[in-house]
């Protein structure tokens, strides 16, 4: 067989600056026989003068840029050469992980190793083969030139011609009855002979056993018919060998994992019987191990191995609840019957591992290792796997014998061995729960002995320390309080003493400054600077006041409120014994939430409002006087015209 591998060395195919160049290593009966650099020109006519059976490349996008193009590049290759996807068809691997599959490693950097590793895995039977046309082709015998634009031998030219394509597509025809290919055929007539002759001939092209020609007069094109879409074939044949858990009962648990570990199924059901599961099982490959997680193996599980002739695996002691779930370890699994059977599964293929290591340093590249490894599971040595000399052995119970269908007996040996399994675990369980129990009777039993001897001493004690620690509780409460205050405290004293420095001299004196004469705006003050009494605070604006700041700040004792006002806030301060002084008389300057005033100008305004404060109380009294008469007067005139 002749194989030529390629690989893509520098540029693309969707490149219009750089065409692609490619690595090309030719097989032929097993051997490397030529490596060379090639164009996709050089390419397409090395494969039509040699005609190899194989051409093999890792992924078909290195080769055309779209479906159209690969349909194109298929139409070109001769009918006998199969183009093959060495990683696979739809769902593809990546090609060190299939040519792992046959032992081979090779340097993924170097184009010339790449390729030579796709035409081993092709030669070898791996890969997809890449399927383009339907089992049917098209054979079409036309003109091979244009008949003029006319003159004296027109007609004469037009008969020879159309006789041309008539002779040859009689040819044609009978080659194909020669072969007994079935065909249907479509004439266009023309002067003198035929003008077109179209066959459908219902085999696939390689089968067709004619070629495109071209002569000067008559040209034969041949092509197959196009897919809806470009198909894979996996090659290789045989499905792929697997490790299976079974977990039998009325809910039956089946797994399935590859030689390398990877979990291809995990299901249960309560309504799967026998043949079910013998179904399910032949869908997903080729059973060559079927284990359970329990010894001895159950009879329904033993029929089922021998229904595939596959290797028993048991664990030589049953396996916990713990132990199963480190063997699934990050698989996903849905209930405990997939937990146990895929436990089952994944137990005998870390049993097997060892051997599998040992024969992948024994076997050359170039061998199938899925059929080396079931081949040394089944019992075979090394030698006879890979065909040498030697007898052949056979294991112990796994003879070929006649298996017959199963039926409902079958089904219900399913069930009860699956109700047998579940007792021999709740058995199991119940011992060590009494176990369990006993410890902890004897345990609480010491324990209350203990506490009989220091029950009263400890009550008198915890009750005592639980008072202690409601007092001291309550204590700390007081003093985070307190430690909070006095916090609190100190930053108003540092921040006061601060602006104090900055703010006023010798000859000034430092007022509080806000806002507005508003009860939050002398709330914030109070917050941010403390208002304790003697202090003067001024107001840049004294509109929205109210009787309520006013009351709050006379209780604070304040030494002055410096801002101005109109009459009816003069009224209220005399009233209220608050001194209201207006800030051009006083000096006064603000610097953000501080300001200052002229320490003589504020005592002469202090000594002004003292003056006003006088005259108000003499007011007054005034008018209190003036009051009293009024009523004494009213009431003696009342008293004389009573008298009469």
């Not at 043949?275 to 089922?304: C, F, K, Q, W």
């Not at 007996?409 to 129990?437: F, I, N, W, Y």
Request: hydrophobic content about 35%.
């Amino acid at each position: 067989m002749k194989v030529f591998g390629i690989d893509i060395i520098h540029g693309s195919v969707r490149s219009r600056g750089e065409r692609p160049r490619f690595a090309l290593v030719i097989h032929e009966d097993g051997q490397e026989r030529e490596t060379t650099e090639v164009s996709v020109f050089r390419l397409l006519r090395l494969i039509a003068r040699e005609k190899p059976e194989i051409l093999a490349v890792d992924s078909v996008q290195e080769i055309a840029r779209d479906q159209q193009a690969l349909f194109s590049f298929l139409q070109s290759l001769p009918p006998q050469t199969m183009l093959v996807q060495s990683t696979g068809g739809e769902k593809q691997q990546s090609l060190p992980r299939v040519a792992a599959r046959y032992n081979m490693t090779f340097n993924r950097l170097d184009p010339y190793a790449e390729a030579r590793a796709s035409a081993v895995v092709a030669d070898l039977g791996g890969g997809a083969e890449v399927v383009a046309f339907e089992n049917t082709t098209d054979v079409t015998v036309s003109r091979g030139r244009s008949l003029g634009k006319g003159g004296w031998s027109q007609n004469r030219y037009a008969r020879k011609v159309h006789g041309a394509v008539r002779q040859t597509s009689r040819g044609v025809e009978a080659t194909l009855r020669e072969h007994g290919l079935s065909f249907t055929t479509e004439e266009v007539k023309a002067f003198g002979g035929l003008g077109r002759v179209h066959f459908t001939v219902s085999s696939p092209r390689e089968d067709v056993p004619v070629t495109n020609a071209r002569s000067a007069d008559v040209q034969v094109k041949v092509a197959g018919r196009r897919l809806d879409r470009i198909r894979y074939r996996t090659r290789g044949g045989g499905q792929r060998y697997l490790f299976v858990g079974i977990d039998p009962g009325t809910t039956v648990g089946i797994a399935a994992v590859t030689l390398d570990g990877e979990p291809v199924l995990v299901k249960s059901s309560r309504t799967m019987a026998m043949p079910d599961v013998v179904e399910a099982l032949y869908t997903a490959g080729r059973p060559l191990v079927v284990a359970t997680d329990v010894h001895p193996m159950p009879a329904s599980v033993e029929r089922i191995r021998r229904a595939f002739s596959a290797v028993g695996y048991t664990p030589k002691v049953d396996r916990t609840v713990e132990e199963k779930k480190i063997l699934c370890g990050d698989i996903p699994y849905g209930n405990d019957h997939e937990r146990d059977s895929l436990s089952a599964a994944m137990d005998a293929f870390r049993a097997y591992q060892p051997k599998f290591r040992n024969v992948a340093k024994r076997v050359p590249p170039g061998h199938d290792m899925d059929e080396v490894r079931a081949g040394v599971v089944r019992g075979l040595s090394l030698e006879q796997v890979l065909g040498r000399k030697g007898p052949v052995a056979v294991v112990e119970g796994d003879e070929e014998e006649e298996v017959p269908a199963p039926g409902p007996r079958d089904d219900r040996l399913l069930q009860l061995d699956g109700m047998v399994k579940s007792l021999r675990g709740h058995v199991t369980d119940l011992q060590a729960e009494g176990e369990a129990k006993d410890l902890e009777i004897a345990r609480l039993n010491a324990l209350l002995e203990k506490e009989r001897g220091e029950g009263s001493r400890a009550l008198r004690k915890d009750t005592e320390v639980g008072k202690l620690d409601v007092i001291i509780a309550n204590q700390k409460k007081k003093l985070r309080r307190e430690e909070r205050k006095t916090k609190k405290l100190r930053k108003q004293v540092d921040r006061l003493r601060r602006l104090s420095e900055s703010q006023a001299g010798d000859d000034r004196l430092l007022v509080k400054a806000t806002e507005s004469l508003s009860r939050d705006a002398i709330r914030q003050v109070d917050t941010d600077f403390g208002i304790v009494e003697g202090d003067i605070i001024a107001v840049k604006t004294t509109a929205g006041w109210g009787t309520t700041v006013l009351d709050t700040l006379a209780e604070l004792q304040i030494r002055a409120l410096v801002g101005g006002g109109d009459g009816r806030l003069k009224d209220a301060c005399l009233e209220r014994g608050i001194v209201l002084l207006g800030s051009k008389e006083t000096g006064l300057e603000i610097h953000g939430p501080v300001g200052s005033v002229d320490a003589d100008r504020f005592a002469a305004a202090v000594e002004a409002w003292q003056k006003e404060i006088a005259l108000y109380e003499q007011g007054k009294k005034s008018e209190m006087i003036e009051s009293i008469f009024r009523e004494y007067r009213t009431e003696r005139e009342r008293e004389v015209k009573k008298d009469g």
